[in-house]
């Protein structure tokens, strides 16, 4: 995701399902946003999703989500990181017969920044820059989730 190359241009590009926070570095976020400029047409329009950092320390401050389906159990417990960010372990008990279950388990890391730093990184490479709470009204310090639109 950081520095891909593909054939061709597009007239949008996106980035969803808070894909972009789980690339750990800032640094790294600013070589998405140069790859995908390289990809657009002229005129083109780059929109994306975060996950803010609010959402993310609300979901480390929560108890772990338990889940079942069928006879399968999902537990998915979102931790802070020392250095920053979280860290969603996610477990999924499988049912194999009888009382036996398989294990099936992942950490997955998401980082959040800012977003007027997201938005001066972004304005190095495009012209107009919009950012929206997910429920379409104005960012504001309550806003979990948000949309970049970027032409």
Known sequence: MVDFRI???YDVIFCVFDSINHVKRFSDWKKVFTAVRRHLSPGGCFIFDINT???LERLIAEPPWVHWFGRNLLIIDVTALPSGGSNWNVKVFEHLNGSRYALHE????EVSFPSQQI???LRAHYVKVRVVDSDRSRPSA????LIFTCT
């Open 7 to 9: 054939d061709g241009r």
């Open 53 to 55: 950092q609010r959402k």
């Open 106 to 109: 992942e950490d997955i890391v």
């Open 119 to 121: 938005v001066a990184a």
């Open 142 to 145: 309550k806003s979990e989730r």
